[in-house]
RNA sequence: GGAGAGGUGGCGGAGCGGUUGAACGCGCCGGUUUCGAAAACCGGUAUACCUCGCAAGGGGUAUCGGGGGUUCGAAUCCCCCCCUCUCCGCCA
């Protein structure tokens, strides 16, 4: 959620970054609304304001003639209900005025706090405009020593590339037909060394960000509150993307909704907390289950493991103080972690700046991370894949637009001792099984062997290679 | 699934119709004392929104799980909802 005093004092910035990510947003609605309800909440404080005195002032009165009128009969017992009846008519007055300001309220306040939900974070300056995914910018990108990605993999390795699809059959790696089966499109089943191999890239990574990096493990729920999908900014626009565990409709009374990433979890952790700045910042990793519609992907990529309904993914978070300087630090910090990860399992990536246009709602910044992915992408006359990057990691930086809605802040010394909200970021360590994909495709010997990397061998009892 | 208990400030725990944002204790912060510390003593210690002020700060309203009701007045009474806990059953 964005600040709604900042949106007042410069409604234009919000303006402009809305169309910048081509959300469709009525922004002087808001500002109307928000002008009627202030108008209004301002003059029923005032009232009870008003019926507060009258209480101090008639209560006791009130009181004193109650206890009179016992005794009282005739003349002076009337004379009494009279009086009684002056002193209370005021605050029935006031009390009727102060109700119905609460009816005009009722008809603005939902979709007021509607509206402010759809509000998306404006794109921080240095963001590039664009419409879309086509309009991201290469930062940089790595290769291992030895392979030139100018070149195609033929002509780096000396045979034609078989896609991560061919060698999951060709050594027994996952059964799509069963997962069909039981689950529908877009599901499988790992098999044996797909199983393996899947574990020990969660585990190793994992590892990496808890014992080398310092972060905190967590588990998470992935079976969470509406709540918890509002305020991490998931809903309400995501809301299709989420699977929706119906329990009402058998008596139960919340429905739940599976989580897509285990950020849900590590985020709504301190919900409606007040933190210590001494705290800060918490960096946590978690390893989750993630669960995704995948509406209105119908028809994209619809083989493989690249895009499923249900995976696991190590995630990061981080939440700082509300310092932009430490926000981008932490940032660049958290996209060097999964450098790091992908350059030690020898897999060639690129970072992508996102343009205006495909950054979210949420984000001020994103930076996607994509590995190079040998079996994908166009076919060249022999009706073999080029090559394509594919995307594996997202990393945003969110500023307080996550927490605010979560309603999570912290106080110390640099705020005064006053509560502010916190930043937070967080970015992919490892999603598997779609990072089997290059693992397998780059990882590939002539004979259809793959040569496991070096990095996740203590994680399959020391095995070299599969096949 | 069956049967109970309960939700009050950072925590514990009073209050059960009237200057109660809320006793008391703990914690925390500041001060006195001390060579220093502990102890003791004194003072302070919520959040949100609105408003006045350059600021320090002042004023107002709301908040005792949430919503609605009764009442001149509700943390206190009534209704609905949510949540937590205990016991039994079932169970990874």
Same mark, same amino acid.
């Given at each position: ?96 005025? =102060? ?19 759809? =509000? ?153 907390? =007040? ?193």
């Amino acid at each position: 959620m964005i600040d709604l005093k900042h949106l007042r004092e410069d409604p234009e910035h919000y303006r402009k970054g809305a169309r910048l990510k081509n959300v469709d947003i009525d922004i002087d609605r808001v500002l109307g609304l928000d002008e009627r309800r202030r108008a209004i909440v301002h003059q029923q404080e005032q009232l009870r304001a008003e019926q507060k005195q009258l209480e101090k002032q008639s209560g006791q009165q009130i009181g004193q003639l109650m206890g009179r009128m016992k005794a009282a009969s005739g003349d002076e017992r009337s004379a009494l209900e009279r009086e009684l009846a002056s002193l209370r008519a005021a605050p029935a007055a006031l009390k009727e005025k =102060i109700q119905g300001l609460d009816v005009d309220l009722t008809e603005i306040e939902p979709e007021l706090s509607a509206l402010l939900l759809e =509000i998306p974070q404006p794109p921080d300056a240095d963001v590039p405009e664009g419409a879309g995914s086509d309009d991201n910018v290469e930062i940089r990108r790595w290769s291992p020593p030895g392979y030139d990605l100018g070149r195609s993999f033929e002509q780096n390795r000396g045979f034609p590339p078989r896609t991560h699809l061919e060698l999951l059959e060709m050594h027994g790696l996952v059964d799509f037909e069963r997962g069909v089966k039981m689950a529908g499109s877009r599901s499988y089943v790992l098999t044996g060394d797909g199983m393996r191999l899947h574990q020990a890239a969660l585990r190793y990574a994992f590892d990496f960000m808890t014992s080398e990096n310092g972060f905190t493990p967590m588990s998470v729920p992935v079976i969470v509150r509406e709540e918890c999908m509002v305020g991490t900014g998931f809903f309400p626009s995501g809301r299709d993307q989420a699977y929706l565990v119906d329990e009402q409709s058998r008596g139960g009374s919340n429905d739940l909704f599976l989580t897509g990433t285990g950020e849900v979890g590590l985020m709504g952790l301190h919900q409606n907390e =007040i933190l210590d700045e001494s705290a800060l910042p918490l960096t946590y990793t978690t390893v989750s289950t993630c669960f995704r519609r995948e509406a209105g992907a119908a028809g994209k990529d619809t083989a493989g493991l690249y895009r499923i309904h249900q995976f696991d993914k190590v995630e990061q978070v981080v939440i700082c103080r509300a310092d932009e300087q430490e926000s981008r630090a932490w940032h660049q910090k958290m996209l060097g972690f999964v450098e790091t990860l992908l350059q030690r399992l020898g897999l060639p990536y690129r970072l992508l700046q996102c343009c205006t246009g495909d950054l979210g709602m949420k984000n001020a910044d994103m930076i996607d991370v994509e590995c190079w992915m040998p079996g994908r992408g166009e076919e060249d006359a022999n009706g073999r894949p080029l090559g394509a990057f594919g995307e594996t990691h997202s990393a945003s930086r969110l500023y307080g637009y996550q927490c605010r809605r979560l309603n999570m802040r912290y106080r110390g010394d640099s705020t005064d001792g006053k509560p502010a909200v916190c930043h937070s970021l967080n970015n992919t360590v490892l999603a598997s099984p779609r990072i089997l994909i290059p693992i397998l495709e780059m990882h590939q010997n002539k004979d259809g062997s793959i040569t496991i990397p070096e990095a996740l061998r203590p994680h399959l009892g020391g095995a070299e290679r599969i096949g």
